[in-house]
């Protein structure tokens, strides 16, 4: 515990940070026999979990964490659409960008983007809830939501090792293709689930 606040305040962390840190490193060296110590990625993986409870975060932010996996060695993936009511071919989509990657950053049109998208009747859950229901999945890490009609700046916020879109996008059509091929990251066409829409599921509820 000392030796992580110590290190901290080294680093020019705020005393409330450093002392965050500590208690998290004494909880994870209490949970070994013996005398034990702490590793750096024990510690990161303990900060990933308590950050589970608050994965919807700003643009900035996101670029931030993302740096962060990316510099312990892990993949970022990446994928985006409006996901108003969640189905089984959404979460198909996100299962398999999951696949391609280590941690997933889900981005969600706000509803200002949506409406311009798709008319004024969408969408039919606000952003927050949207936001909060994408978060709540395992296989998301986090969740950012985007006012511009095209997820363009967020990707160039983030840049991801790992871009999934849908199979009926050739590579080219896919947004932010040039932006994420130009500094190496790949494209991943994740395959649809056939039979499943929100359009469809909102015609079925107007009868």
């Given amino acids: ?97 999951k696949a391609a990657c280590d941690r997933l950053v889900v981005a969600i049109n706000s509803d200002a983007s949506v409406k311009r998208y798709k008319g004024p009747t969408r969408p039919i859950q606000d952003q927050k809830a949207r936001a909060d229901i994408l978060a709540a999945l395992e296989m998301v890490d986090m969740v950012v939501v985007f006012e511009e009609d095209t997820p363009i700046e967020l990707l160039k916020t983030i840049r991801p090792d790992v871009l999934v879109k849908g199979g009926q996008y050739k590579l080219e059509e896919v947004v932010g293709y040039d932006i994420v091929m130009g500094y190496g990251g790949t494209i991943v066409r994740a395959d649809m689930e056939d039979g499943f829409s929100t359009t469809n599921t909102i015609e079925k509820m107007a009868g």
């Fill in 1 to 97: 515990m000392i030796a992580t606040f110590a290190s901290a305040l080294a680093a020019d962390a705020q005393q409330d940070d450093a002392a965050r840190l500590a208690n998290i490193a004494a909880g994870i060296a209490v949970g070994k026999p013996g005398t034990a110590t702490v590793a750096p990625d024990e510690l990161f993986e303990a900060l990933d979990m308590q950050a589970g409870t608050r994965k919807i975060v700003t643009a900035a932010a996101a670029g931030r964490q993302a740096e962060r996996w990316r510099g312990r060695g892990l993949k970022v993936g990446f994928t985006n659409g409006t996901f108003d009511l969640l189905h089984p071919g959404h979460l198909s989509s996100i299962r398999q960008a």
